[in-house]
């Protein structure tokens, strides 16, 4: 069975890969959807979000990264995913993630959410905290992968 781990990755973090890891072990095949015209301000192109994230995933062998537009539950179905996968850190994103599942159901009803608990090294970790950490001078190499703080510190520095 194949499930679609959707997000905007701008940039893509540890708690990320994380999550990308354990849900790989949950399915036959993982699609890493990279959202393109996300509601808020990105750092990245699309092209860059995606290049960053096939690199960070590249030794998950049934993971591949691809970008999608328009709605969730229409590139789950496209793709024939059977399962859409969403993390959260706490208990702040629980009602995000209540009411997505819920709107997402009501359009799909054959597509089951499964959320994942992030590990608690990554419980704070956000793609925004990151973004402002290295534009502040911070290091973030403990929080992402080395291509991503490599770019991180290039666009902080430009």
């Given amino acids: 069975m194949r499930a679609v781990f959707?997000?905007?990755?701008?940039?893509?973090?540890?708690?990320h890969v994380d999550l990308a890891t354990r849900a790989s072990r949950l399915c036959d095949e993982l699609v890493v959807a990279v959202y393109d015209r996300p509601a808020k301000v990105l750092m990245f192109s699309l092209d860059e979000r995606l290049e960053m994230a096939a690199a960070a995933l590249s030794h998950l062998h049934n993971v591949r990264v691809e970008p999608f537009t328009g709605l969730l539950v229409g590139f789950a179905r496209q793709i024939d995913a059977r399962f859409i996968i969403r993390g959260m850190r706490g208990a702040s994103d629980f009602d995000v993630e209540l009411r997505l599942?819920?709107?997402?159901?009501?359009?799909?009803?054959?597509?089951?959410?499964?959320?994942?608990?992030?590990?608690?090294?990554?419980?704070?970790?956000?793609?925004?905290?990151?973004?402002?950490?290295a534009l502040l001078g911070g290091d973030i190499t403990a929080f992402v992968p080395?291509?991503?703080?490599?770019?991180?510190?290039?666009?902080?520095?430009s």
């Fill in 146 to 157: 080395p291509l991503v703080a490599e770019r991180l510190r290039e666009r902080a520095s």
């Fill in 101 to 133: 599942a819920s709107a997402n159901r009501q359009m799909a009803p054959e597509i089951e959410t499964i959320a994942l608990f992030g590990d608690s090294r990554w419980g704070f970790v956000s793609s925004t905290l990151i973004k402002e950490i």
């Fill in 6 to 15: 959707p997000a905007s990755f701008d940039p893509i973090t540890n708690g």
